[in-house]
């Protein structure tokens, strides 16, 4: 597999992402599911407004209170956040 054809796999595996989180968002059956597709669209349309929630994720911290407090006091790995 060459270059050209692994980032058109790319490219088509990120258009079919985006066509369920739309249709998660019309036909959803809970809020929170439609709040969640709307979350990941907005990430994939606007990726510089979410570039330190992604670093942060990258560290470990999934914006749980556990890890706030632990990236408050200096902590770089939380490990439940791992096994989520």
């Known amino acids: 597999m060459g270059i050209v054809e692994y980032e058109q796999l790319k490219l088509r595996q ?3 992402e985006v066509r ?3 249709a998660l968002m019309k036909h959803g059956r ?3 599911r ?3 597709a709307e979350k990941k669209l907005c990430e994939i349309a606007f990726p510089e407004d979410h570039i330190e929630e992604i670093e942060q994720a ?3 911290y999934c914006g749980c ?6 990236k408050a006091n200096g902590m770089v790995y939380d490990l439940h956040c791992k096994e989520l």
């Open 58 to 60: 990258k560290l470990g």
């Open 30 to 32: 809970t809020p929170q």
């Open 14 to 16: 990120k258009e079919i």
């Open 34 to 36: 439609k709040t969640y």
């Open 65 to 70: 209170d556990f890890c706030k407090t632990a």
């Open 20 to 22: 369920a989180l739309v």
